[in-house]
C-alpha cells in the first residue's frame, strides 16, 4: 500500500439508484442464492399454479362461465396470495432483518459506512424482503395472463397494483422501524405481524365509527372501487349497482378516486417513517421524531380525520347504523340513533387521547438524556435548553398537541350535533373548554408522569389506573343493574374513559340510558377535577425536578460512581 | 500529552461522556499525531470502548470536542466517517456473507472505484491478513481468530487515515500477533494512525510507540511506555546490594539515605525499596563503595509494566 494510496478519499455511492445502493445489491446477494430461493419460489409457483387453475377450471369447468369471465376468477385468489407474500413475509422479513443486524452486531458497520441516511433507509426497505419481491413477482405472468385473456381494464388495475405497492412500502416501513425500536429479534418478528395484522383488520375497523381515514391505510377501498371490473362481468354488474351506493373519498368539499386518496394517506405516513429511520440512521440515540414534526404529523392527522369524516354526515353514510340499515333495506326510513352518535364523538376523543400519549411518549426525554443535555448547556454557559432539541422538555408540545386534538373533537362533534340529524342541538364553545380541559388533564399528566419518573412508572400508572378501573367496572355492570351506578363512578377513574364520558356527558343530544342518566356526567365531573389535580402536582413535581435536574447539572461539582 | 507542530490525527478535548449518572469519561483531553500506533489500556470500566464509540462518531458525547484528522467529528459526521477505520471488540460479522461478499459489501459502501477495482483492493487487504485462502468461506464458519482477521481487512479497505481498533489481538495466535504487530507499524509507515487498546499490556507497550493509561474515565498517563511508568508514580524499584562483610554497617548506612525504605539484612545481601531519580541511585552506590564497604553486585528490580496496570485495576474495584 502506498504511502498515497493510504490517503485516498473514496468516492460516495449514489443515494438513488437502487440497483447501486451497496446495501441493497448486498441482500440481494444474501437473499436470493439459488439454493434457498429455489425452494421459495418453487412453493409460490405451485401455489399460484395451483390457486390459478383452480380458479379456472372450476369457472369453467363448473359454473360455466365464458373464456373471458373465467380468465378473471383466480385475479383475487392471486392478489390475496401476493399480499400474504409480501405484507406479512416481507414485513417480518424488513423487522426480523433489521434486529438481527443488531444482534449480530454488524449494525455498527453500517452506521460507519459513508452512506446518506436516505440511502441506508432505501437500501434496507427494498433489500431485506428482496426475495418476496420475487416471489411476487413470479406470480405476476398469472396475473398478467388473466387480466389479458380476462380483457381487464386498465383502469380496474393499475389503482388497485399502486396502492398495493403503497400498502407494501407503509407495511415495511412500519416493519423497519419496529425493528430499529425492538431489541429481540422473535419480539421484532411478532410485534412486526400483529402490527400488519392489525393495522389491516382492527385499525380499518374504525373506518365504521366515523374515523374513515383509517381505512386508507389498506387496500381495501380501492379493491371496493376496482372490484366490479376485476371479477366476471356478470357479477361484476351486480356490484357495480351495490357501489354506487357506497360513500367514495371525500376530503371536505373534494371529491377524489379512492386509489389517489389512498396513495395520497399512505404517503403521508411512509414519509413520517422514513424521517423516523433517517433521525436514527443519523444518530442512534435521537428521538424517532422530532417535536416539530411531531406536532405537524398529529395536526395532519386530525385534519384528515375531520375531512373524510365532516362530508359523510349530512348523507348519513359515516353513521354505523346507516350501513346496517341499507344491507336490512331498511334505510328508507333510517336516522342516526343518538346513542350512536354519542358514541361515535367519544370514540374519536379516546383516538386523539391515545394519539397523544403515543406523540407525547415519543417525544419526552429519558432522565438521562435531560442531564446530558444541562451538562452540554453547562459546558456551553447556558442556563436554558434549546426548546425544540430532544433534550427539552416534551410538555409544550404534548399541551399544544391536546389542545389541537380537543379542536379536533369539538369540530368532529359539532359537525355530528348541529347536522341536519338534530335540528335545534347546538354545541356551545364551552364543550369546546371541557374538551381541552379532558386532553390536557389526560395527556399531560401522561406526560409529566413520563417526564418526572419514566417509562416503568407509566405503565405501572396504565396499568392499575389505566386499565384495570375499566375490567373492575366492566365486571361490576355483569353482575346486575343494581351496580351500575357504582361501576360508572370506577370506569370513570380511567382516564381513558374520560372522553367518552365527555361526549355522553355534554352533548345536547345524549340520551343516557336511565341507570347512567345521573351517575355518568357526576363521575365524568367528579374524576375530570380530580384528573386536573393530579395534572397540576404533577406539574409542580415535574417543575421541581426539572429544576433540581438543572442546577445539580449546572452547579454542582459531579461526582465520579464507580 | 503529546505535543505535535502538525495537525494531530486525534485531537480530543474536554470529553465528557455521561450515561445517566455514571460518568464513563470525564474531561479527557488527548492528541495523538500521525503516524503514531498509539495504545490505550485501562481495567474494564475504565471508558476505552466509550471513547472509542466517541472517536467512530456512534456515540454523542455530553460535551467535548474531537477532532479526527482537523475534522470536528460533531459537525461534519460524513467526512468523519471516512477517515476512520473502526474493528469492534468481538468483531461480529454477518452470518449469510462470505469473506468475500463482506468485503466487497464494505468496499462498494466505501465507493472504492468499479467492480475490478473493488476486487483487487478486497484481495490486497485478505493478502494482509494472511486469509487469501479462505475467501469463500461463510463468515459464520470462522474461528475467533480468522473473524478478528477478516474485520481488520474490512477496516483496511477503504485506507482509513485513522484506524481505531478495540481489542484487535484477542482471539489471534501468536504468530498472527506477530502479523499483526508488523502490519500495524507497516500501516503507520505509510502515514496512518493507528489506536489501539489491548489488554495484553505488555503486547501493547511492544506494539505501540505511544500509550496512555484510563481508569475511572480519566486519563492518567500518556506518552511512551517508559514516561507512562514515570507519570504513574513508579519511579520505585527494588535494589539488591550483595556485599563481601560489613552488611550490618551498610544497612545503617542505607537507612539514613533518603528514598530508602522497607531495607532487609539476607544473608550477605542488603535488599531495598528505593524511590528517587536515576542519579540518586548512582550516588547511593558512589556513596557505599566511598563508605568503604566492599559491593560484589548491585541489582535493580522495578515493577513491570503490568504491575503497575495491576495496580490500576485494583484501584479501580475499591470504593
Known amino acids: 500500500m502506498s504511502s498515497e494510496s493510504a490517503l485516498s478519499s473514496p468516492s460516495r455511492p449514489s443515494s438513488w439508484k437502487p440497483w447501486a445502493n451497496p446495501i441493497f445489491r448486498r441482500y440481494c446477494r444474501s437473499r436470493l442464492r439459488p439454493r434457498g430461493l429455489s425452494v421459495w419460489l418453487l412453493v409460490t409457483l405451485l401455489l399460484a399454479g395451483f390457486l390459478f387453475f383452480l380458479c379456472r377450471t372450476i369457472a369453467l369447468y363448473q359454473a360455466h362461465l365464458s373464456p373471458e369471465d373465467a380468465a378473471r376468477v383466480p385475479l383475487i385468489p392471486l392478489l390475496i396470495l401476493q399480499t400474504l407474500i409480501l405484507f406479512v413475509l416481507g414485513t417480518a422479513q424488513v423487522s426480523g432483518g433489521m434486529t438481527a443486524e443488531r444482534d449480530e452486531g454488524v449494525i455498527d458497520y453500517q452506521r460507519l459506512i459513508p452512506m446518506s441516511p436516505m440511502a441506508k433507509v432505501f437500501g434496507y426497505v427494498f433489500g431485506l424482503p428482496v426475495r418476496e419481491y420475487v416471489l411476487v413477482f413470479a406470480t405476476l405472468p398469472f396475473t398478467a395472463w388473466s387480466l389479458w385473456k380476462g380483457q381487464v381494464a386498465l383502469h380496474a388495475w393499475l389503482p388497485l397494483y399502486v396502492v398495493f405497492f403503497t400498502s407494501t412500502l407503509l407495511y415495511h416501513f412500519t416493519g423497519l422501524v419496529t425493528g430499529s425500536v425492538v431489541k429481540n429479534r422473535r419480539w421484532a418478528f411478532l410485534v412486526s405481524i400483529g402490527l400488519v395484522f392489525c393495522l389491516y383488520t382492527i385499525t380499518p375497523q374504525l373506518a365504521k365509527f366515523g374515523l374513515v381515514f383509517f381505512k386508507y391505510l389498506t387496500i381495501t377501498p380501492v379493491l371496493e372501487e376496482c372490484w366490479s371490473g376485476l371479477i366476471p362481468k356478470t357479477a361484476g354488474a351486480v356490484v357495480s349497482s351495490v357501489q354506487q351506493l357506497l360513500p367514495t373519498a371525500k376530503f371536505f368539499n373534494l371529491d377524489f378516486p379512492e386509489a389517489v386518496f389512498t396513495v395520497f394517506s399512505q404517503a403521508g405516513l411512509v414519509v413520517t417513517f422514513i424521517i423516523m429511520l433517517a433521525r436514527r440512521w443519523k444518530r442512534a440515540e435521537s428521538h424517532l421524531l422530532g417535536k416539530v414534526w411531531a406536532l405537524l404529523f398529529f395536526i395532519w392527522v386530525q385534519i384528515l380525520l375531520l375531512g373524510n369524516a365532516l362530508p359523510l354526515v349530512d348523507s348519513g353514510n359515516l353513521f354505523p347504523s346507516r350501513g346496517f340499515a341499507r344491507f336490512a333495506r331498511l334505510d328508507f326510513a333510517w336516522e342516526p340513533n343518538r346513542l350512536e352518535t354519542v358514541g361515535m364523538s367519544g370514540l374519536y376523543g379516546l383516538v386523539t387521547l391515545m394519539m397523544v400519549f403515543i406523540l407525547g411518549g415519543m417525544i419526552t426525554p429519558t432522565p438521562e438524556n435531560q442531564i446530558r443535555g444541562w451538562r452540554r448547556a453547562r459546558k456551553q454557559g447556558k442556563t436554558s435548553l434549546p426548546l425544540f432539541s430532544d433534550v427539552a422538555s416534551g410538555s409544550w408540545m404534548t399541551a399544544l398537541m391536546a389542545v389541537a386534538g380537543a379542536v379536533g373533537w369539538y369540530i368532529f362533534s359539532r359537525g355530528l350535533v348541529e347536522s341536519r340529524w338534530f335540528p335545534g342541538h347546538l354545541v356551545p364553545l364551552s364543550t369546546l373548554g371541557c374538551m381541552i380541559l379532558v386532553m390536557l388533564a389526560a395527556g399531560l399528566g401522561f406526560q409529566f408522569l413520563l417526564e418526572t419518573r419514566g417509562g416503568r412508572a407509566v405503565g405501572l400508572a396504565t396499568i392499575t389506573i389505566g386499565v384495570a378501573p375499566i375490567m373492575v367496572g366492566a365486571v361490576m355492570f355483569s353482575i346486575g343493574s343494581w351496580l351500575y351506578t357504582a361501576a360508572s363512578w370506577v370506569v370513570g377513574l380511567s382516564p381513558l374513559s374520560l372522553p367518552l364520558y365527555a361526549s355522553g356527558s355534554l352533548l345536547s343530544i345524549s340520551e343516557l340510558p336511565p341507570d347512567f342518566e345521573r351517575s355518568v356526567p357526576r363521575a365524568f365531573l367528579f374524576w375530570l377535577l380530580v384528573a386536573v389535580l393530579v395534572t397540576l402536582w404533577q406539574l409542580s413535581k415535574l417543575i421541581a425536578a426539572r429544576r433540581a435536574l438543572a442546577r445539580r447539572s449546572l452547579e454542582e461539582p459531579i461526582q465520579l460512581k464507580s | ?319
Not at chain 2, 19 to 28: E, K, P, Q, S, W
Not at chain 2, 42 to 58: D, H, I
Not at chain 2, 59 to 80: F, W
Not at chain 2, 181 to 201: C, E, M, P
Open chain 2, 1 to 319: 500529552m503529546i505535543s505535535s507542530t502538525e495537525t494531530p490525527a486525534i485531537d480530543i478535548r474536554d470529553l465528557r461522556v455521561d450515561y445517566g449518572n455514571f460518568v464513563a469519561i470525564d474531561d479527557l483531553t488527548l492528541t495523538v499525531p500521525r503516524g503514531e500506533v498509539f495504545g490505550l489500556v485501562g481495567p474494564n470500566g475504565a471508558g476505552k470502548t466509550s471513547t472509542f464509540r466517541v472517536l467512530t462518531t456512534l456515540l454523542e458525547p455530553t460535551y467535548g470536542e474531537v477532532y479526527l484528522d482537523g475534522v470536528d467529528i460533531l459537525e461534519d459526521l460524513e467526512s468523519a466517517r471516512r477517515i476512520v477505520g473502526y474493528m469492534p471488540d468481538l468483531a461480529p460479522v454477518p452470518s449469510d456473507l462470505k469473506i468475500w461478499e463482506f468485503l466487497d459489501f464494505h468496499a462498494a459502501a466505501y465507493g472504492l472505484g468499479t467492480k475490478s477495482q473493488r476486487r483487487e483492493r478486497v484481495a490486497e487487504c485478505l493478502e494482509e491478513v494472511a486469509l487469501t485462502d479462505l475467501r469463500h468461506k461463510w463468515c459464520k464458519e470462522l474461528s475467533r481468530g480468522q473473524t478478528q482477521r477478516v474485520v481488520l481487512a474490512k477496516t483496511l479497505l477503504h485506507r482509513p487515515r485513522v484506524m481505531i481498533l478495540d481489542e484487535p489481538a484477542s482471539g489471534l495466535d501468536p504468530l498472527a500477533r506477530r502479523d499483526l504487530r508488523q502490519a500495524l507499524r507497516r500501516l503507520a509507515d505509510q502515514g496512518a494512525t493507528v489506536f489501539v487498546s489491548s489488554h495484553i499490556l505488555s503486547e501493547l507497550a511492544e506494539m505501540c510507540t505511544s500509550l496512555c493509561v484510563m481508569n475511572k474515565g480519566r486519563l492518567l498517563a500518556s506518552g511512551t511506555a517508559e514516561q507512562v511508568r514515570q507519570q504513574l508514580g513508579s519511579n520505585e524499584r527494588t535494589l539488591t546490594a550483595t556485599l563481601l562483610g560489613r552488611q550490618q554497617e551498610a544497612a545503617a548506612w542505607l537507612q539514613s539515605q533518603p528514598g530508602v525504605h522497607r531495607l532487609q539484612l539476607a544473608g550477605e545481601q542488603v535488599v531495598f525499596d528505593f524511590t528517587g531519580s536515576d542519579e540518586a541511585q548512582s550516588d547511593l552506590m558512589t556513596g557505599l563503595i566511598t563508605q568503604g564497604i566492599r559491593l560484589r553486585t548491585f541489582e535493580e528490580k522495578r515493577s513491570s509494566f503490568e504491575d503497575i496496570l495491576v495496580e490500576v485495576a485494583e484501584s479501580n474495584r475499591r470504593p
